[in-house]
């Protein structure tokens, strides 16, 4: 257990539907990554926040956004789905900015239908 | 274009022999690499990393190569145990990693008995 919670677990929707997918950090980490993997592509980095903060972006589509509260959990938003937004959604956390050893929670799975 | 290339998608390793997992990578700015290993059901898990001022980092019957004028990395599993059975993950980062990981596509490691 990594000590990183994500919810939920399995979702279901259809096309041009939103959901938010939620994650907790683990306890004292304050840097929060978001990483989609869908089936036939590896880990792509999506957005990372630091302390509230949006610090970096990598491959996220304007339909998707995300935000870090106060208490350091992170909610990401995607919205006007398609089917080939159907993927494993990961959140990992680490202690610091800058810091190489991100702790990976165990995953949304979404589906598009 | 991928950054992070593992060409084997599968390997298949007698339980008490070496494993022997390679990643290749084509960033000269990368300057820090992991690797994660990963369940089904589960978020991947760190195992080991390596800074680019190093050639070999070793824990426990983990050890990583980095052979920076090939762009090359290698996982050494010595001796391999039915339970190192999973998907291994190579990643990499610039800067500290403070944009996110890049991931390779992963090699399926099945020991067999």
């Known amino acids: 257990d990594s000590g990183v919670t994500q919810t939920p677990k399995h979702l279901i929707t259809a096309t041009g539907q939103r959901v938010t997918l939620r994650c907790s950090p683990r306890?004292?980490?304050?840097?929060v990554y978001w990483y989609q993997q869908s089936l036939d592509q590896g880990l792509q980095f999506l957005i990372q926040?630091?302390?509230?903060?949006?610090?970096a972006k990598g491959n996220i589509l304007e339909r998707f956004s995300a935000q870090q509260f106060p208490d350091l959990h992170s909610e990401l938003n995607l919205s006007s789905l398609e089917l080939g937004d159907s993927a494993l959604y990961f959140c990992?956390?680490?202690?610091?900015?800058?810091?190489?050893?991100?702790?990976f929670g165990p995953g949304t799975r979404l589906t598009v239908l | 274009d991928q950054q992070v290339k593992q060409n084997s998608p599968s390997l298949s390793v007698q339980e008490g022999r070496i494993s022997i997992l390679n990643c290749d990578y084509t960033?000269?700015?990368?300057?820090?690499f992991l690797w994660y290993k990963k369940y089904p059901a589960e978020g991947p898990t760190f195992l080991i990393s390596?800074?680019?001022?190093?050639d070999k980092n070793e824990d426990g019957r983990f050890t990583v190569f980095l052979n920076k004028s090939a762009k090359h990395l290698s996982l050494h599993i010595v001796p391999s145990q039915p339970g190192d059975s999973a998907v291994y993950f190579c990643?990499?980062?610039?800067?500290?990693?403070?944009?996110?990981?890049?991931f390779g596509k992963g090699t399926h490691l099945i020991i067999q008995p």
């Open positions: 990992a956390s680490s202690v610091y900015l800058g810091v190489n050893e991100q702790f």
């Open positions: 306890s004292g980490d304050l840097s």
């Open positions: 926040y630091y302390n509230g903060e949006e610090r």
């Open positions: 960033n000269s700015m990368f300057d820090y």
């Open positions: 390596i800074s680019s001022i190093k």
């Open positions: 990643a990499a980062s610039e800067g500290g990693g403070a944009d996110g990981l890049t």
